[in-house]
């Protein structure tokens, strides 16, 4: 393929054909000079008949922009494709010294003439223009293309040149093909399919899909301790774990489900700090992503989509109460706050923020702390919610038959 000379190896081509071939057909015009300068520098310095070649534009093209390398990128690895250019170029003629406008229309005649019986460029003439431009050796021929300018845009084309117009044409050629410099990545040959070369693995079957998640007694959340049931289709406990992923912790955490109520749903109980003390640090309150997984023996794991999970946490009010004026308040959560969480205490309607947060490490089992300030505290009895990424402890109980909901007194702080 080229190298990055071969914009400069096509634009050398061009110029020695014209200059060759030009003269050949009209005998007037033998001492044409084709020159590769700016419009408005082009006629500086020359009193001779000329013809100005000027590129003017470079654009992708969109045919060879995605494709791999012929003969260089093999079926299975993976490399950048060439940097696949098309050339457009501006030819412009001049008279002689005496500004004869019928000369300047030979010339452009001529070059019209000779770039129509030679719209391909050969690979002997590209390599003995600029030798090492590789342009002679890409796959695709270099070819050349009339290109239409509309007068609005040669007119906006010769006044962002800054000369006075004269008669022009406009030429693409393509494709010239650079390589690119980064390396491609050659995968080893393939020596067996799968374990002991027993091929690809099916699975017969579809993916579980989860639609929701029930809370118990229609809270918005749930807490450490509680059953949870999870609806969906094509739900299965057998072979199966949910899989409960947040961005606060390093590692998922996974629980094997149990068979739910009804056919399209199933529980799971998340174990409290009394059934599994290690609870305590491996949850933290917050927002969950939930996910089904169910894999054979051997198989391919089938993965659910992911919902929303909201686990609240659990909170202990020290003290319950206290007089009026500044109220100093710290609130024990369990499961413990993970680094980076926001944490608010909600006195009432009254949001305030953490003056700290303690986080044990882990080997102490103990809970973490917040600790809270909250200024002109006038007296009253207020219900106390511990709001960690969003997700609000529960400070409602449930009692007698049917269940009556109520405000736990255990987070409630009377001020007096």
Not at 122 to 134: K, Q
């Amino acid at each position: 393929m080229s190298s990055p000379f071969a914009i400069a190896a096509a634009t050398a081509t061009l110029r020695n054909l014209l200059s060759v071939q030009i003269p050949q057909r009209d005998a007037e015009l033998a001492d044409l000079e084709v020159t590769t300068q700016p419009p408005d520098l082009a006629r500086k310095g020359v009193t001779k008949a000329q013809l100005n070649l000027y590129l003017y534009q470079t654009t992708v093209n969109a045919g060879w922009r995605n494709l791999d390398n012929p003969r260089q990128v093999r079926p299975g690895e993976t490399g950048l494709p060439p940097l696949a250019l098309n050339l457009h170029y501006l030819l412009t003629a001049y008279g002689r010294d005496t500004d004869d406008e019928t000369i300047s229309h030979r010339v452009l005649g001529g070059a019209m003439s000779v770039l129509h019986d030679h719209a391909v460029l050969g690979r002997a003439e590209i390599g003995s223009a600029l030798a090492g431009s590789g342009l002679d050796e890409q796959f695709e021929r270099v070819r050349i293309t009339p290109s239409s300018l509309p007068m609005d845009e040669m007119s906006k084309l010769w006044t962002a040149l800054q000369t006075p117009y004269r008669v022009s044409a406009g030429y693409e050629v393509t494709v010239v093909l650079i390589d690119s410099l980064a390396g491609a990545r050659a995968a080893l040959p393939v020596l067996k399919r799968g374990a002991d070369d027993r091929g690809a693995k099916a699975v017969a079957g579809r993916a579980p899909v989860l639609a929701g998640v029930r809370y118990p007694r229609s809270q918005p959340a749930a807490r450490l301790g509680d059953d949870i049931a999870i609806t969906g289709s094509n739900l299965t406990i057998a072979n199966a774990r949910l899989r409960f992923t947040s961005t606060r912790l390093a590692v998922p955490i996974e629980l094997a489900p149990s068979l739910g109520d009804r056919a399209d749903e199933i529980k799971v109980h998340l174990p409290s700090i009394a059934e599994d003390a290690t609870a305590l640090t491996t949850w933290a309150p917050g927002l969950y992503t939930l996910a089904l997984i169910v894999q054979e023996a051997g198989g391919i794991p089938l993965v659910s989509n992911e919902i929303a999970f909201a686990l609240a946490p659990i909170v202990t009010l020290t003290p319950t109460a206290a007089g009026a004026g500044t109220l100093n308040l710290t609130a024990t959560c369990v499961p413990r706050i993970a680094s980076g969480q926001r944490t608010l205490l909600m006195l009432g309607d009254r949001p305030c923020t953490a003056a700290s947060i303690d986080v044990p490490p882990p080997a102490a089992g103990a809970p973490s702390s917040a600790k809270f300030t909250v200024p002109t505290v006038v007296a009253d009895t207020y219900v106390v919610r511990l709001r960690v990424d969003g997700i609000d402890s529960m400070p409602v109980v449930s009692s007698g038959t049917p269940p009556v909901p109520s405000f736990d007194p255990a987070q409630q702080v009377v001020v007096s």
